[in-house]
């Protein structure tokens, strides 16, 4: 943290939150910043911009009562980068939240990748900044200010990782400060549009009693969900949202009962309250 501290940042980086958040918020935007890195956790927390981020996302140690370290807490290589996108984006953002798996219909997402401007400046980034542009987000490859060295931008933007490229130059009036201003611009637009179509879309699967399918749809992933559960835990959260179906076919009452008996998380707390109820009600 000490070395963290005495961090070169870029230009213009320490006022840039404090000003984007109040443009978004003019324009009707939530912004939120993020931090997804290979780099150790515990040295970006020592740099003066650190309380500026919603979560950082980096490689940890865990520490002894006399702050040394002894395990590698967390690690974080190019391709787990992008687990965290999928956090940020259902608002699952605990690391141990296993949510992070589950459906969320689209008006749901809490951020949609569509909203979510990824910058970065290595190759440990190349991974989401391609998912981020293959789900309509907008991805930046910034490059230093002082040598204006844009070859790996070349290269990004020419594999089709990146949509933009500008120096990392965080002051007002920049070329990034001024192209994040658009993309927030541009959201706002987008999203009154997305609200009306979400809106429409509920009324037509209203009009055409598509409700029992949804429902159908919604058994066959909680089945699929029991069947693979791999922690007591798990298998609990799964059992409590399965009571909540009254309507269960004769074919899915024994394929319930079939994954109780293989499903050794199951079968072993089968006499928990909540479990022995749900089984005894399809019973």
Same mark, same amino acid.
């Given at each position: 943290?000490?070395?963290?501290?005495?961090?070169?940042?870029?230009?213009?980086?320490?006022?840039?939150?404090?000003?984007?958040?109040?443009?978004?918020?003019?324009?009707?935007?939530?912004?939120? &910043?993020?931090?997804?890195?290979?780099?150790?956790?515990?040295?970006?927390?020592?740099?003066?911009?650190?309380?500026?981020?919603?979560?950082?996302?980096?490689?940890?140690?865990?520490?002894?009562?006399?702050?040394?370290?002894?395990?590698?807490?967390?690690?974080?290589?190019?391709?787990?980068?992008?687990?965290f996108?999928?956090?940020?984006?259902?608002?699952t953002?605990?690391?141990?939240?296993?949510?992070?798996?589950d459906?969320?219909?689209?008006?749901?997402?809490?951020?949609?990748?569509?909203?979510?401007?990824?910058?970065?400046d290595?190759d440990?980034?190349?991974?989401?900044?391609?998912?981020?542009?293959?789900?309509?987000? &907008?991805s930046?490859?910034?490059?230093?200010p002082?040598?204006?060295?844009?070859?790996k931008?070349?290269?990004?933007?020419?594999?089709?990782?990146?949509?933009?490229?500008?120096?990392?130059?965080?002051?007002?009036?920049?070329?990034?400060?001024i192209?994040?201003?658009?993309?927030?611009?541009?959201?706002?637009?987008?999203e009154?549009l997305?609200?009306i &179509?979400?809106r429409?879309?509920?009324?037509?699967?209203?009009h055409?009693?598509?409700?029992?399918?949804?429902? &159908?749809?919604?058994?066959?992933?909680?089945?699929?969900?029991?069947?693979?559960?791999?922690?007591?835990?798990?298998?609990?959260?799964?059992i409590?949202?399965?009571?909540?179906?009254?309507?269960?076919?004769p074919?899915?009452?024994?394929?319930?009962?079939?994954?109780a008996?293989?499903?050794?998380?199951?079968?072993?707390?089968?006499?928990?309250?909540?479990?022995?109820?749900?089984?005894?009600?399809?019973?």
């Amino acid at each position: 943290m000490d070395y963290g501290a005495q961090v070169q940042l870029f230009p213009g980086i320490e006022t840039w939150f404090k000003r984007i958040r109040e443009y978004g918020k003019d324009k009707g935007v939530v912004v939120e &910043h993020y931090i997804i890195s290979s780099g150790l956790k515990e040295m970006i927390e020592g740099t003066k911009v650190a309380n500026e981020f919603e979560k950082i996302y980096a490689s940890s140690f865990y520490y002894d009562n006399d702050g040394v370290a002894q395990w590698p807490a967390q690690v974080i290589n190019y391709t787990s980068k992008t687990q965290f996108l999928f956090r940020i984006e259902k608002g699952t953002l605990d690391v141990n939240d296993s949510g992070v798996n589950d459906y969320f219909a689209p008006e749901k997402i809490r951020i949609p990748f569509r909203n979510i401007i990824y910058i970065g400046d290595s190759d440990t980034d190349i991974p989401c900044m391609k998912l981020v542009n293959s789900y309509s987000g &907008h991805s930046i490859g910034v490059y230093n200010p002082e040598t204006k060295d844009k070859r790996k931008v070349y290269k990004m933007i020419e594999d089709k990782r990146i949509k933009y490229y500008a120096p990392a130059n965080y002051t007002e009036g920049s070329e990034l400060d001024i192209l994040v201003k658009n993309i927030i611009d541009t959201t706002a637009s987008n999203e009154k549009l997305m609200s009306i &179509h979400y809106r429409n879309k509920q009324e037509q699967v209203k009009h055409n009693g598509n409700l029992a399918n949804q429902e &159908h749809k919604e058994k066959e992933k909680l089945i699929l969900d029991l069947e693979n559960s791999n922690s007591f835990k798990q298998t609990h959260s799964i059992i409590s949202k399965l009571k909540k179906i009254k309507n269960w076919s004769p074919e899915e009452k024994n394929q319930l009962k079939m994954i109780a008996e293989k499903n050794k998380q199951i079968s072993y707390i089968m006499k928990d309250s909540d479990v022995a109820e749900f089984f005894a009600s399809i019973s």
